[in-house]
DNA sequence: AGCGGATGTACAG
DNA sequence: TGTACCTCCGCTT
């Protein structure tokens, strides 16, 4: 779950309910109790995302920095705070709405430097507006890495997790295996757009979508199957099973300690 | 009750 | 390249 398009998702849902009013900040967990302190009573500003980074502007105090990681989640709710389960860090709550940030990698206030340096080091994030894809057409036209790798690198691109990897390639046709520098301008820009648009499809559906997304009704091949992660899907997770589109079988590898997913016949060298 | 695995990243070596 | 770390869920016993 926790790729770009739930982050963005959740910068807008923060915004919504928590922006321009004073917020009650806590974590019952404790390990973000200094930080918790020091914003509890201060205002929401603004919140946004850059990949899988999730930035919470509380001006006067400065910025909450949140990765979710693999495990972290993020619930809303409205009314009175229910009272505690498990372990929360972060828990943020006006008379009218509340949040519960769960498991995050990452929770801790930092300065507007330190948040720009973490914006340094990630690439065009195709779900932002300022973002367009020639810079990482710069690294990628010049990586000898395959472009499996590259797009799970958050410094070429940033917000791209293995669920859309997997998806993207497929619905491309373009062989995971295949060395960034060897893409054509063409096939990237198609990569990128793809992306882009499986991503906001994303944002909007709150779950991964790639068979038939929001903004694409027709699906490419046979019937979908429903993923166990709640959405449809061509290949994540599918090694063994048949190709939607040719019915071959949907191979699994794993490359740099990560899962990878492809149809050999879809997507050949 | 206990184990293994997971959509991610950062570190060590 | 391996390992540690966040936490939850589903599977096995």
């Not at 973000?32 to 850059?50: I, K, N, Q, W, Y």
């Not at 062989?175 to 820009?189: A, H, K, Q, S, V």
Request: hydrophobic share 40%.
């Amino acid at each position: 779950m926790p790729e770009g398009h739930t982050i963005h998702r959740l910068a807008a849902d923060h915004q919504t309910r928590f922006a321009g009013r004073p917020v009650r900040a806590a974590s019952p967990q404790g390990k973000f109790a200094d930080g918790a302190a020091l914003l509890h009573g201060s205002v929401l500003h603004a919140a946004e995302a850059h990949g899988k980074h999730l930035f919470l502007d509380f001006a006067a105090t400065g910025w909450v920095h949140v990765h979710l990681g693999l495990y972290g989640t993020v619930r809303f709710g409205t009314g009175p705070v229910p009272a505690p389960v498990g372990q929360i860090r972060l828990r943020l709550s006006t008379p009218a709405d509340w949040s519960e940030l769960r498991g995050p990698a990452q929770c801790r206030l930092i300065t507007p430097e330190e948040k720009a340096a973490v914006a340094a080091r990630l690439g065009p994030d195709p779900l932002r507006s300022d973002a367009r894809p020639d810079s990482a057409w710069a690294r990628v036209s010049r990586s000898r890495s395959s472009v499996a790798a590259l797009l799970l690198d958050q410094q070429v691109i940033a917000g791209v997790g293995n669920v859309y990897r997997a998806e993207a390639l497929f619905r491309q046709g373009i062989d995971p295996y295949r060395p960034g520098r060897d893409l054509t301008r063409r096939e990237w820009d198609a990569l990128w757009d793809d992306l882009a648009g499986l991503l906001r499809a994303g944002v909007r559906a709150g779950r991964i979508d790639t068979v038939r997304p929001a903004h694409e009704p027709e699906a490419m091949g046979r019937p979908p199957r429903v993923d166990d992660h709640g959405g449809e899907v061509y290949v994540y997770r599918r090694a063994g099973q048949p190709c939607l589109v040719c019915g071959g079988e949907i191979r699994g590898a794993t490359l740099a300690a990560r899962n990878l997913f492809w149809c050999p016949a879809c997507q050949p060298r």
